[in-house]
Structures are given as C-alpha cells and as structure tokens.
C-alpha cells in the first residue's frame, strides 16, 4: 500500500483544487469550478433580464429613471450572485459583505441607483482578490466589462421644448421626432402641456451621437415649430 503524501505539495494538483474551492491561480484549472461559475452568471443575467424587460412594465416606463431601471436590476442581480459564490466559498465573509454594504449605503454618496450598483460590484471583485479567488475575480470583471459595454450602447436623454402655443404642439412634436430618428435614434415618449406651452420627448441615442449634432439638426427646424428647447436630465 503506498504511503499517503508528506505534504500538500506532493498531491496531484487536479486533487487539490477542489480542497482550495476556487481559491488561487491553480483554481484557473479547474474547469468545473470554472464551467459552474460561468453557467451561474449567465443563468442570474438571464432571468434578471426577464424580469427587468417584462413588456408590461417597460409599456408603462414615462420618465429616464423607470427607462434606465432594467441596467440597475440586472447589475444588482450580478452582485448578489458573485456574493452568493463568495460566501459559499468563505463563509465567514458574510458579514463582512453585509458591513461594506451597509457602509456604501448609509456613508457613501455614490449618485444613481445603477452607479451604486457598480461600486458594489468593483468592491465584490476587490473582495475575491482579497480572498484569491481570482476566477471569481476575474471572470466577474470580463463579464460586467461586457455586460455594461451592452447595457450602456444607448443612452436615453430628454429634450424639452418650450415657447410653443396649442396648435403647434403637434407639428413640433412630429417635427423633433422626425429629426431625432433620421439620426438614428429611438423615440421611447414623449409628453405635452398644453397649458405651459411645452414638449417634453425622451428618447434613446446611439453610442456616438453628440449634442452639438442633435443641436445642429433642431436648428433647421421651422421657427414655430423649433420654440426654445435643451436637456433635462
């Protein structure tokens, strides 16, 4: 019967990774390991995605915030799940994930919901390098790097437009649709008042697409239709 190993160094290295349960740069080899965590953020992105672009929802999104809100969720789902992989890893980290959650929440100013969402997720990644659990690490940092160049390939603005009477609100509002659209853009609302003689239109730009252009082409506009507009938002 052969002896067992003197030391940790002289088992197999395929043995070995399952004991370190993802932690170093020998757990890149573990393809399991690696195959489950893919699978894992890719199935957390999906069904977050799901419900985050329900069609009855996002029929009913009226303002930039409700527009924007899939990214937030989406983003939000991503990070629980790597904390999931970290605690089920280190458990002890749980309450150290709960205390930096509290602390980016309650002292630190962060501005939108999307944002906050990203600085929890650069701190998770710090975290799994401070753990070595560089796959996590790693993987999670490609992943979000495309998953925000996706999320973020249009951006959605407002114009409002105002110095506009009653019978003019409608050939404006046609007028600015049009051109937003010959320059690529989506018109996702748009939202009259009739009693303050104003236009508000939200739409979605291509990656790209400066103001100055946009500006340009409301110029040509008739002058009773252009009115004065600029940006909300």
Not at 42 to 65: C, D, F, G, W
Not at 88 to 94: F, H, I, R, T
Not at 116 to 137: D, K, M, N, P, Q
Request: overall charge neutral.
């Amino acid at each position: 019967m052969r002896a067992p190993p003197d030391s940790l160094s002289e088992v197999p290295l395929a043995n070995q990774i399952p004991q370190d349960l993802g932690l170093g740069w020998a757990a890149f080899y573990d393809l399991g390991f690696i195959t489950s965590m893919l699978m894992i953020l890719a199935v957390t992105i999906s069904l977050a995605a799901l419900l985050a672009y329900h069609p009855t929802t996002r029929a009913k999104a009226t303002t930039i915030e409700e527009i924007e809100q899939p990214k937030t969720f989406i983003m939000y789902a991503l990070v629980g799940a790597i904390i999931a992989i970290i605690v089920k890893v280190q458990p002890s980290m749980a309450l150290v994930v709960f205390g930096i959650g509290g602390l980016m929440r309650f002292r630190t100013n962060v501005g939108e919901a999307k944002d906050t969402g990203r600085v929890i997720l650069v701190t998770v990644i710090g975290l799994s390098c401070g753990l070595e659990l560089y796959v996590v690490a790693v993987l999670t940092a490609a992943l979000s790097w495309v998953l925000i160049f996706v999320l973020e390939r249009n951006t959605v603005e407002r114009v409002v437009v105002q110095g506009l009477d009653k019978d003019t609100l409608q050939p404006a509002a046609d007028a600015y649709g049009a051109a937003l659209r010959e320059l690529g853009c989506t018109v996702v609302g748009e939202e009259k008042r009739v009693k303050k003689g104003s236009l508000a239109i939200i739409y979605r730009a291509p990656r790209g697409l400066a103001r100055n252009t946009i500006e340009a082409r409301f110029a040509e506009l008739p002058q009773a239709e252009r009115g004065t507009f600029g940006w909300e938002g």
